[in-house]
């Protein structure tokens, strides 16, 4: 059965004609314009600089886009002021008071766990909403915070998959987990220690396999996965970085043991590892996120980028994700302007935005579910909106 038919997806389209109309706030053109700026962190120079020219280009796309219409029709430009991070949580704390002397920012892009552990006890004192296009870290799982994600945690998005794969095992036993990441990065290590949780907490129904941790860029690591196969895993899961999966999927060819389903994460996702190692030799593996895979017929997100991307990069798993991410602040900015004006947006306004704003799959472009956001977690709950179709991810 191929991968692309074995695998769900989520997301709800939305109708070509309510692309390049969806301002949330109908308003005379304004005489004069007034300018916003994000700040987005980046890594080109980090571990996933391969996946940064995709994952930036959608961030542009997106902000031209709302520019061109409903920016316009508001009296409103947004501006990006872009930060190479690294991937790199000193860094973030290093460039975070420059950035706010100097681009005075309403809302912040952030990319991962560094920008997470860095910013979030910061953001609230400095009144800067902060948006991730990665899932939440279980780490910063907190009330009352100023960062969010449209994504619940790694650990949620890998149980739903990994319950689902123990209902298919045709067999009265638990499903056995390895996992590979890298030891030292908290929101890899949250990753991992997610799912021994789950093994925890449901121990008829799961079980570890064994952990190796290994560089962020593996040159090989079939050692270690020769040694996990010791325990006969049926999963090994890898959220960490693309050359880890494309190390394990090619160790597991090296040992005969092709048959051992490998999941990612969003990042790392199929068609970025198919890049390198061509799609049919992940036949039968999962990537697994919460949003609408970017193979999705007729995502409108997809429109909208296809007529304003410009400059490097191209549309995958990664700018889908990017997409979303820009989306949700660039809708929030409506949000704002609506209730305060469009001359008196800040971040508390941002922030207000973001509590009272009930973000429909179409503002979203068919990217995500509804979302709607409260105090009590840094992310959206609810039901999400199951449906089956084409893609590669397996998600919540």
């Given at each position: 059965m191929s991968i692309l038919r074995r695998i769900g997806t989520l997301g709800r389209g939305a109708t070509a004609a309510a692309v390049f109309g969806l301002a949330l706030v109908a308003a005379p053109a304004a005489q004069a314009e007034t300018d916003y700026t994000f700040s987005v962190s980046v890594d080109f120079t980090g571990p996933f600089a391969d996946i940064m020219p995709n994952w930036h280009s959608a961030h542009r796309a997106m902000?031209?886009?709302?520019?061109?219409?409903?920016g316009k029709e508001l009296g409103v430009k947004v501006n990006m002021a872009v930060n190479d991070m690294r991937y790199d949580a000193s860094v973030v704390a290093k460039n975070w008071p420059g950035i706010l002397a100097s681009e005075h920012p309403i809302m912040h892009i952030g990319m991962g766990s560094p920008d997470l552990l860095?910013?979030?006890?910061?953001?609230p004192r400095d009144q800067v909403p902060m948006i991730m296009g990665t899932a939440m870290v279980g780490l910063v799982w907190k009330p009352e915070g100023w960062h969010f994600s449209f994504r619940p945690t790694y650990s949620h998005e890998f149980a739903a998959l990994l319950d689902h794969l123990q209902t298919e095992l045709g067999e009265d036993r638990a499903l056995r987990i390895g996992t590979v990441s890298t030891q030292g990065r908290a929101g890899y290590e949250d990753q991992v220690n997610g799912i021994?949780?789950?093994?925890?907490?449901?121990?008829?129904?799961?079980?570890i396999a064994g952990h190796e941790w290994v560089a962020d860029h593996p040159v090989s690591i079939t050692n270690e996965i020769r040694r996990?196969?010791?325990?006969?895993?049926?999963?090994?899961?890898?959220?960490?970085?693309?050359?880890?999966v494309i190390a394990t999927v090619r160790a597991l060819e090296e040992l005969g043991a092709a048959d051992v389903?490998?999941?990612?994460?969003?990042?790392?996702?199929?068609d970025v590892v198919g890049n390198s190692i061509g799609l049919e030799a992940l036949e039968g593996d999962y990537s697994v996120f919460s949003f609408a895979p970017s193979m999705e017929p007729g995502l409108p997100a997809l429109e909208v980028y296809n007529k304003y991307h410009t400059g490097a990069g191209k549309w995958d798993l990664g700018a889908a994700q990017s997409a979303a991410q820009m989306l949700l602040a660039l809708r929030t900015l409506e949000g704002a302007v609506a209730a305060v004006g469009a001359e008196n947006v800040t971040g508390q306004a941002m922030y207000d935005s973001l509590m009272a704003s009930n973000f429909t799959t179409d503002m979203m472009l068919g990217l995500t579910s509804d979302l709607d956001f409260d105090n009590t977690a840094p992310f959206p709950h609810g039901q999400g909106d199951h449906r089956q179709g084409r893609g590669d991810c397996a998600c919540i």
């Amino acid at each position: 059965m191929s991968i692309l038919r074995r695998i769900g997806t989520l997301g709800r389209g939305a109708t070509a004609a309510a692309v390049f109309g969806l301002a949330l706030v109908a308003a005379p053109a304004a005489q004069a314009e007034t300018d916003y700026t994000f700040s987005v962190s980046v890594d080109f120079t980090g571990p996933f600089a391969d996946i940064m020219p995709n994952w930036h280009s959608a961030h542009r796309a997106m902000v031209d886009y709302w520019n061109d219409t409903t920016g316009k029709e508001l009296g409103v430009k947004v501006n990006m002021a872009v930060n190479d991070m690294r991937y790199d949580a000193s860094v973030v704390a290093k460039n975070w008071p420059g950035i706010l002397a100097s681009e005075h920012p309403i809302m912040h892009i952030g990319m991962g766990s560094p920008d997470l552990l860095s910013l979030m006890k910061r953001l609230p004192r400095d009144q800067v909403p902060m948006i991730m296009g990665t899932a939440m870290v279980g780490l910063v799982w907190k009330p009352e915070g100023w960062h969010f994600s449209f994504r619940p945690t790694y650990s949620h998005e890998f149980a739903a998959l990994l319950d689902h794969l123990q209902t298919e095992l045709g067999e009265d036993r638990a499903l056995r987990i390895g996992t590979v990441s890298t030891q030292g990065r908290a929101g890899y290590e949250d990753q991992v220690n997610g799912i021994v949780q789950l093994t925890k907490m449901y121990p008829d129904r799961f079980e570890i396999a064994g952990h190796e941790w290994v560089a962020d860029h593996p040159v090989s690591i079939t050692n270690e996965i020769r040694r996990m196969l010791e325990a006969k895993p049926d999963a090994i899961v890898i959220g960490a970085t693309t050359t880890q999966v494309i190390a394990t999927v090619r160790a597991l060819e090296e040992l005969g043991a092709a048959d051992v389903t490998v999941v990612t994460a969003s990042q790392n996702g199929l068609d970025v590892v198919g890049n390198s190692i061509g799609l049919e030799a992940l036949e039968g593996d999962y990537s697994v996120f919460s949003f609408a895979p970017s193979m999705e017929p007729g995502l409108p997100a997809l429109e909208v980028y296809n007529k304003y991307h410009t400059g490097a990069g191209k549309w995958d798993l990664g700018a889908a994700q990017s997409a979303a991410q820009m989306l949700l602040a660039l809708r929030t900015l409506e949000g704002a302007v609506a209730a305060v004006g469009a001359e008196n947006v800040t971040g508390q306004a941002m922030y207000d935005s973001l509590m009272a704003s009930n973000f429909t799959t179409d503002m979203m472009l068919g990217l995500t579910s509804d979302l709607d956001f409260d105090n009590t977690a840094p992310f959206p709950h609810g039901q999400g909106d199951h449906r089956q179709g084409r893609g590669d991810c397996a998600c919540i």
